[in-house]
């Protein structure tokens, strides 16, 4: 059985510009957007814009990306994670989502070896 990892959220305007600005890897793809910054704590930001839609757009397209760290969280190397939702993350398939979310973790290097 694997050891369970905690995360913390990040909360405040302030910690999400942190990683937004101070970022080592980020990486775009159609369904969202991966900011990632090597630390010592593992913290995890979701963000989906007015664009994606009301609010209960808004809020399934963070669920769907909480699905995905929570999912694979045994994988991640820590660091603060930040996942901004596109328009096109609720148009699709949950394991089309899932294809991209691990090879944008793989290009940001935030897998573990």
Request: one cysteine or more; proline letters at 1%.
């Amino acid at each position: 059985m694997s050891k369970i990892k905690h995360f913390t959220r990040i909360q405040t305007t302030k910690e999400f510009n942190v990683v937004y600005k101070r970022a080592t890897k980020t990486w775009h793809n159609q369904y969202f957007v991966l900011f990632f910054k090597k630390n010592e704590s593992q913290t995890v930001g979701f963000v989906a814009s007015k664009k994606i839609g009301n609010a209960v757009h808004r809020n399934r397209a963070k669920r769907l990306m909480r699905a995905h760290f929570i999912e694979n969280i045994d994988l991640l190397t820590s660091g603060s994670y930040v996942l901004v939702a596109k328009p096109e993350l609720l148009s699709n398939d949950f394991l089309q989502t899932k294809k991209s979310y691990l090879h944008a973790l793989k290009k940001c290097s935030a897998l573990q070896n």
